[in-house]
């Protein structure tokens, strides 16, 4: 009997940057670890998921870093930031905050996948007002946005939970967030659905301990 090897799911992005792009060197190296019948699932989140044989995932992720990606857990996990393309520039939008913001938070395990996205300028491209958790840079402060929600019928837009925060404000706030969501929420509770059953003022009352 074929014995075959086993697999997991490591979500895989050229990390922040202008835009979501993969050069072709990252490209290269990612097709080392794929067989010719192999697939890569583009995702919406600016992820490609990529299965890489069990035992050699450090390895895997050590060779990916090298070339400037960034892997990430698949499932109930905060995912990678969504970004928006900084056009006007990375420090007028605030790339750098994005970046720290990301290194904080995604990867962090949840009851339920937990989207996050941030945009540099109220345009929105970014898509902030859709997500989880978003984030819009407004002149020099940061909006933070909570109870989006892209799918389903009754989608909506998230509530503005705190305006014009410092960027030490708005990790605070988000880290609080999450980790009162990861403490609280149901097994498998979508965040929209734990904001509600919680309540945003209880969730405000949270995040000004
Ligand atoms: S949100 Fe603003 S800074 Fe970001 S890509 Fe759109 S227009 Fe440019």
Redesign the pocket.
């Known amino acids: 009997m074929v014995q075959t090897e086993k697999k997991v799911k490591l979500a895989v992005n050229g990390g922040i940057s202008f835009g979501a792009k993969l050069n072709a060197k990252q490209l290269m190296v990612i097709a080392d670890y794929m067989n010719d019948e192999d697939e890569l699932e583009l995702t919406t989140f600016q992820q490609l998921y990529i299965d890489v044989v069990e035992n050699e995932v450090e390895i895997v992720k050590e060779r990916f870093k090298e070339v400037g990606l960034s892997c990430y857990p698949v499932g109930n996990f905060v995912k990678s930031v969504r970004t928006?393309?900084?056009?006007?520039g990375a420090e007028e939008?605030g790339m750098p905050v994005a970046i720290e913001l990301n290194n904080r938070i995604a990867g962090i395990p949840v009851p339920f996948t937990l989207r996050t996205a941030y945009?540099?300028?109220?345009?929105?491209?970014?898509e902030p007002l859709v997500n989880d958790i978003g984030v819009m840079k407004v002149r020099d402060g940061y909006d933070l946005y909570i109870g989006g929600k892209a799918k389903g019928r009754d989608a909506t837009t998230g509530a503005l939970l705190m305006a014009q925060l410092s960027p030490e404000q708005l990790y605070e706030k988000i880290e609080t967030l999450i980790r009162t969501y990861a403490e609280k929420g149901k097994k498998r509770e979508p965040f929209y659905t734990f904001i509600h059953r919680y309540g945003i003022e209880e969730l405000k009352n949270e995040i000004y301990k």
């Open positions: 928006c393309n900084f056009c006007k939008e945009t540099g300028c109220p345009v929105g491209c970014g």
